[in-house]
């Protein structure tokens, strides 16, 4: 299973980025697909999710109304587009690809596999 993700960068605050992750070696249709964030000395913490069937999706209080997560089945891409950016928005942003319960669905644990992070930074 590969999951490369791409799209970071530096943008100003109230900035716009489109994360994109490139999926490989999974039928994903069983699956649940995920974006994380880990800022500086923080924990990794979950920040939206769906189903690759197009289900369900869940988004952090942190991020809702600002991100859009979304995927491409003929290019089995998910994506993560986010709005509105502030500069706690900084941290490495990693995809991610399991089959979580549904309480499990905004844990690192509901997940095994995971790509490499990109990089945002959101300048005040």
């Known amino acids: 299973v590969q999951l490369q993700a791409s799209g970071g960068g530096l943008v100003q605050a109230g900035g716009s980025l489109r994360l994109s992750c490139v999926c490989s070696g999974l039928t994903f249709g069983r699956y649940t697909m995920a974006w994380f964030r880990q800022a500086p000395g923080k924990e990794r913490e979950f920040v939206a999710a769906m189903r690759w069937s197009g289900g369900g999706t869940w988004y952090s209080d942190s991020v809702k109304d600002r991100v859009t997560i979304s995927r491409d089945t003929a290019k089995n891409t998910v994506y993560l587009q986010m709005n509105s950016l502030r500069p706690e928005d900084t941290a490495v942003y990693y995809c991610?690809?399991?089959?979580?319960?549904?309480?499990?669905?905004?844990?690192?644990?509901?997940?095994?596999?995971w790509g490499q992070g990109t990089l945002v930074t959101v300048s005040s």
């Open positions: 991610a690809v399991g089959r979580p319960i549904t309480s499990t669905t905004m844990l690192r644990m509901g997940y095994g596999y």
